[in-house]
């Protein structure tokens, strides 16, 4: 017989009994739906932390004093291991470096036009741009022999240039820095938000030596840097610099063989990696808990289907005497199930995209529904009615016509 | 067209062993209407069942046209009762979510028939019974006697060589039982081979040939006209 008469006769069954088939589909509505859900947030926080670790700078390892080193280490450098001789001995010694850029930090009040803003300021090289893969958009970085005379200049991020002075042009404006009078030179191409909330466009540049001797100065020795950013040339040489830039930094730091470094250095690849590794794992896990719902959902075909069967013992002995194989009863039987839980995988897939659109809008965050969700929650949910329809359709196919047709 | 040898049924209960039929040897010729008579337990509604394809015999020997019908599998049988066999029960056996015209179709699905020319053989059948104007009806909404005709056009819709029916009339009024068995001699008439369990004289009379049973075997085999 025509396959196609089996698929009409399954929906109509299912049609039958409307309130019945979407109260047994609602477990695979619910299991779906979950399964999406926990998929794109899964996936939204893998675009999130990629975003916030490559938005440091790609190609970057960074150098940072280890402050975990003992309080002997902690009296002698302050915290502050690095020095300028450092970064002059990286760029010398070191093959396949596209930037070195060290930086001192602080936090500072700025004023101007009678507008306050609290901000972060970075004393960096013009080689800071490139490590961080910024640009300037109004006006220009300063150069290395402003850096080095310690001008005091500034290149301000898109936030700060708002705060301050809104719409209109900021560079060429004073701003008193701790009371201390710059000018702004440039303004930041936005980089927008980083993951976790962070905002990179809070931030403005200054000369390294008009930092230390004007903010920062007061609290650590003129030559100290507390991160130094290097700019590998390319992927596969990351690994190398890495290794390159530690050797030498512990034969500057006169660190002997055993000695723990005062320092450390983070590849942003292998941070990447790592963190992604973890989400994939974590996303993994939150959809197999969602599937389990799935599960339960199959139980719960399972069951009605059984009930169906013995309903109509009459219609499949009447069906079977028609001239119905056994083999078409079993298939009318499954393709029912099938098309159960199928109609299920529908609607919580559109249930579980309208969830995570949800999340995206109100919750912030890049939750997305990837391609395969669609593909795959179908697939599922035609696996858990086969699976779980097996059964029932099996019993429906086994009944002895005479008997079936005797049942009341 | 049919012929059954020394044929037995016996079914197990429990250690028992109960004996259905107990060896019936019978031939049954093509155009001939027949009424299986006898009470309950004497073993007419296993040799109907057996001679429809719907159970198989303990031994003997069961030929359809020369085909060996008691040595078919599941699928063979399957085929058999489509293409060879129609039914009709006592209960009728209609589906109650499926109209007059769709109850008539179901057969035809099964021998893939296309949707066009099942839809117009199942209304001219429906004509041919009386029931032109009551396609779209669901069973609920038919009377008995009405019902009991849909499924007789259901039974000729694969145009079977054998018309069993199952105490065609017990479950419908004088008035009504009577139609039926004029549309069953009616049928008889065209030709079609008729065979009717029934434990009413009444029926029994309207067939040509009446066959008794008594503890699973054959005790009378009269042949003669319909009596008055």
Known sequence: MNPFELVRFAFGAIIAHPMRSVLTSLGVVIGVAAVVIMTSIGLGAQTQVTNAISGLGSNLIIVMPNFQRGPVAQAAGGGFSLRDSDVEAIQKQVQNVAAVAPTVRGQVQLASDGANWNTRIEGVTPDYLEARDLSVTQGRMFDEREARQGRKVLVVGATVARELWGDSDPVGRRVRVRAVPFEVIGVLESKGQAGFGQDQDDVVLAPLSAVRSRITGRRSRGDAVQTIYVKAVSDSTLDQVQEEVTNLLRDQHKIRQGEDDDFQTQNMASILEASQTAIKTFTLLLAAVAGVSLVVGGVGIMNIMLVAVTERTREIGLRMALGAKRSDVLIQFALESVALSLVGGLIGLGIGALGAFGIAKLGNWPAAVPAWAGPLALGFSVAVGLVFGAYPSWRAARLDPIEALRRE | ?228
């Open chain 2, 1 to 228: 067209m049919i012929e059954i040898e020394d044929l037995k049924k016996v079914y197990v209960m429990g250690e028992e062993q109960v004996p259905a039929l107990a060896g019936v040897t019978l031939s049954i010729q093509r155009g001939e209407y027949v009424a299986v008579i006898g009470h309950s337990g004497s073993g007419k509604s296993t040799l109907m069942n057996i001679l429809g394809g719907l159970d198989r015999p303990s031994s003997g020997a069961y030929r359809f046209e020369g085909e060996d019908v008691a040595h078919f599998s599941d699928n063979q049988l399957a085929d058999f009762r489509r293409r060879r066999i129609g039914f009709v029960f006592q209960s009728f056996q209609l589906l109650p979510r499926l109209t007059a015209l769709q109850n008539v179709e179901l057969p035809m699905i099964y021998a893939g028939l296309p949707p066009r020319d099942r839809r117009a053989r199942a209304a001219e059948l429906l004509e041919r019974v009386g029931l032109g104007a009551r396609k779209g009806h669901r069973p609920t909404q038919l009377s008995g006697g009405q019902q009991q005709r849909v499924a007789i056009a259901r039974s000729l819709a694969n145009r079977p060589d054998l018309l069993l029916a199952d105490e065609p009339t017990g479950a419908l009024d004088t008035k009504t039982s009577e139609d039926v068995l004029k549309l069953f001699s009616e049928l008889n008439a065209e030709g079609l081979t008729l065979a009717i369990v029934t434990h009413d004289p009444d029926v029994a009379n309207v067939a040509h040939r009446r066959i008794t049973f008594r503890d699973g075997l054959v005790i009378s085999d009269e042949h003669g006209e319909a009596r008055p």
